[in-house]
């Protein structure tokens, strides 16, 4: 029983420490101003988002102007709420 007793806690011990061991988790997350970058620029950032999608965002932005708002993107062909989700913390307007 005792020794049943110290390979728990020697498991245990092991798993709380892993965590600990693991690499750093990145702080700043990068992010790409929807209103001046370029296509490449927005392809490499944001999540999802490949070089037709980030040049049809390019199109529009020229075609109607800046974006106001993050949301303003679903007015984009291809870009849906999703992307703008997972994309959020990622996205400048300024």
């Given amino acids: 029983m005792k020794n ?3 390979a728990l806690c020697l498991s245990l011990s ?3 420490t892993l965590p600990a061991m693991a690499e750093p988790a990145e702080t700043s997350m990068v992010s790409v ?3 001046q970058a370029s296509a490449a620029e ?3 950032v944001l999540q999802g988002v490949g070089e037709s999608k980030a040049q ?3 199109d529009y932005r020229e075609e109607n102007g800046n974006f106001a708002a993050v949301g303003d993107l679903a007015q984009v062909n291809g870009i ?3 992307t703008i989700k997972k ?3 990622r996205i400048a307007l300024e």
């Fill in 56 to 58: 049809a965002i390019v």
């Fill in 42 to 44: 927005m392809a490499e």
């Fill in 80 to 82: 849906g709420p999703a």
């Fill in 14 to 16: 092991a798993l709380l």
């Fill in 33 to 35: 101003n929807i209103n």
């Fill in 87 to 89: 994309n959020e913390a």
């Fill in 4 to 6: 049943i007793f110290l």
